[in-house]
């Protein structure tokens, strides 16, 4: 199914067999020029005849015209179709790889995949598939021609065409150890241009911007580097082959004059002869770019190929509908790196709900424990239930379904607020949407130039860290699951926006859902009925806080520490 994907339709096809015959009419403009001279050497030529030659190259003309305009259209929108198809087929296989696929080096992969290296693949449907055919047909009708008319140089001709074979082999190897390297250099250029576009302000602030940027310079310098290395290595081979082959065409025009003073061939054919060989260069120079170009483009699809071949998450097939939501962890080991643990062994309970909080030092694993819930990644050992019913048997849509998380970083679509907060709930009602901006404190969409309607921008990047906090704590409450994550909701926001996120918060706890919260500032998980103390990928205490702070374990040292801080 997936190689049909690189496949020419039907309209593509007839679009390149179109730009053929274009090629091949074009050859009849010589056998017009032919006839002309022979009528003017031969003293016969009339101005009926002039006329005549001057229709035929009209009709030829506007043949061609016809020919190339309608294919190379259909071979424009045919592979626009192809390029669509596989840029669909990528976002479909993208949301079936799983989530520790999608590291920061990777990201340069990915996109490049699915904008440059797809329109690469499209030059080979549109442009050079149809080139290379064209040209490799013209080269041996015009061979076998200039053989009719006289042998040496037909042969002449053929050799040339046989010594391309063994020149684009040479090319190939170059192509397939410098273009998979130019290739490569230029995700990582995506990833680092993609990491400096996004910590722009940070860099700035650092004074690390622009020219000042080594990370951002050393990478488009290794991206100039290797593709003059390319270049340096394609170019001699290239260089090589059209020295022969304006030598073949010196002798065959040698060739030709001397057989024209033999008398062996007229002068009419003389002339044509000439101009043949000279229109041969330019044929087989075209040839061996496009031939070139071809191979080079064959790593692109190399390139999309190898993620259609990627591992997928594990299509479970199982009845996961848990009729009630407290959630359980036995036995759970993971880490991101072979042989790093992150959670080792880890074991709790949350109950159905109420509000849990958990707590611990940076890397401990709370993060992970959401990670590991929502089934962005699979734990190595253990087992982890809602309702009971292990996430084992159940795909990620399923479980996803049931939760609802507002993160530390919110992302929001280049939309309306009111489409922002629809993507959690899309058959939400006018009066569904209002409410849940009411509990979560959104007050400021009122004073915006179109209210709800009102186009956040790229990220939501025209709105503050607090307006984009309350508005993905209103797509939590609309979305109405079962279970709510918080992670590190308040976090990087100033005092008087987090008081008012801490507000919205609030009204999201009073739903009577299943709460899971982190929270690097204690006094907001003081309310919660539940609180684990995360050390070194374990449980180490768990109970409410004022459990906790008799017990004068970890959590008492860092509740005093809070307190300090404040």
């Not at 009066?431 to 007050?443: G, T």
Request: with cysteine.
């Amino acid at each position: 199914m997936t190689n049909k994907l690189f496949y020419p339709g039907k309209r593509l096809k007839l679009a390149i067999a179109g730009v053929v015959i274009e090629g091949m009419i074009s050859g009849c403009n010589f056998v017009v020029l032919f006839k002309v001279l022979e009528l003017i050497f031969g003293n016969t030529i009339s101005f009926h005849d002039i006329g005549m030659a001057t229709l035929y190259l009209g009709i030829v003309f506007a043949l061609r015209l016809i020919l190339y305009s309608i294919s190379y259209t259909q071979s424009q929108i045919g592979g626009a179709v192809v390029s669509k198809d596989l840029r669909v087929a990528l976002g479909d296989k993208l949301r079936r790889i799983p989530l520790g696929a999608f590291s920061k080096q990777r990201v340069g992969y990915y996109i490049n995949a699915a904008t440059s290296e797809v329109a690469d693949f499209e030059q080979i449907l549109t442009h050079k598939l149809a080139d290379i055919i064209k040209y490799s047909v013209l080269m041996v009708v015009v061979s076998a021609y200039c053989a009719y008319l006289n042998i040496y140089i037909g042969i002449i001709m053929f050799m040339l065409l046989i010594i391309l074979f063994p020149t684009i082999q040479l090319s190939i190897i170059q192509v397939q150890k410098y273009g998979t390297a130019k290739n490569l250099a230029r995700e990582e250029n995506v990833s680092a241009i993609t990491e400096y576009l996004t910590g722009s302000q940070t860099l700035r602030s650092y004074g690390l911007a622009g020219e000042k940027n080594t990370a951002l310079r050393k990478s488009m310098k290794y991206f100039s580097n290797i593709s003059y290395r390319y270049e340096r290595a394609i170019i001699p081979i290239g260089f090589a082959f059209m020295f022969f082959v304006y030598i073949g065409a010196a002798i065959s025009i040698y060739i030709a004059v001397n057989a024209t003073l033999s008398g062996n061939l007229s002068i009419p054919q003389m002339i044509v002869m000439v101009m043949l060989s000279l229109f041969s260069c330019k044929v087989e120079a075209t040839l061996y770019i496009s031939l070139v170009a071809y191979r080079n483009l064959l790593i692109s699809k190399g390139k999309i190929a190898g993620i259609f071949k990627e591992e997928e998450e594990k299509e479970v097939v199982g009845n996961y509908a848990p009729k009630r939501f407290d959630i359980s962890f036995r036995d759970v080991c993971f880490g991101y790196e072979k042989g790093q643990k992150v959670l080792d062994g880890m074991s709790f309970d949350i109950p159905e709900n109420r509000i849990t909080a958990i707590v611990g030092d940076s890397g401990s694993g709370k993060s992970t424990i959401f990670n590991l819930l929502t089934k962005y990644y699979e734990p190595e050992k253990g087992k982890i239930t809602v309702g009971g019913e292990e996430l084992s048997g159940a795909n990620a849509e399923q479980v996803l379904s049931d939760i609802s998380l507002v993160d530390q970083d919110v992302f929001l679509f280049n939309d309306t607020i009111r489409n922002n907060l629809l993507f959690a709930a899309p058959e939400a009602s006018e009066e569904e949407v209002l409410d849940a901006c009411r509990k979560a404190n959104c007050s400021f969409i009122e004073q915006l130039p179109d209210g709800i309607d009102t186009v956040v921008g790229e990220n939501g990047n025209k709105l503050s860290g607090g307006e984009r906090q309350r508005i993905s704590v209103a797509r939590a409450i609309l979305r109405k699951s079962n279970i709510v994550l918080l992670d590190e909701a308040t976090s990087s926001l100033d005092i008087e926006n987090e008081l008012l996120v801490k507000k919205a918060v609030l009204n999201l706890l009073t739903l009577g859902k299943t709460v899971v919260m982190i929270a690097h500032t204690l006094p907001i998980i003081q309310c919660a009925d539940r609180i684990l103390v995360i050390k070194d990928g374990k449980v180490v205490e768990s109970g409410n806080h004022e459990e906790l702070i008799r017990e004068n374990g970890k959590y008492a040292s860092m509740w005093k520490a809070s307190l300090q801080v404040k």
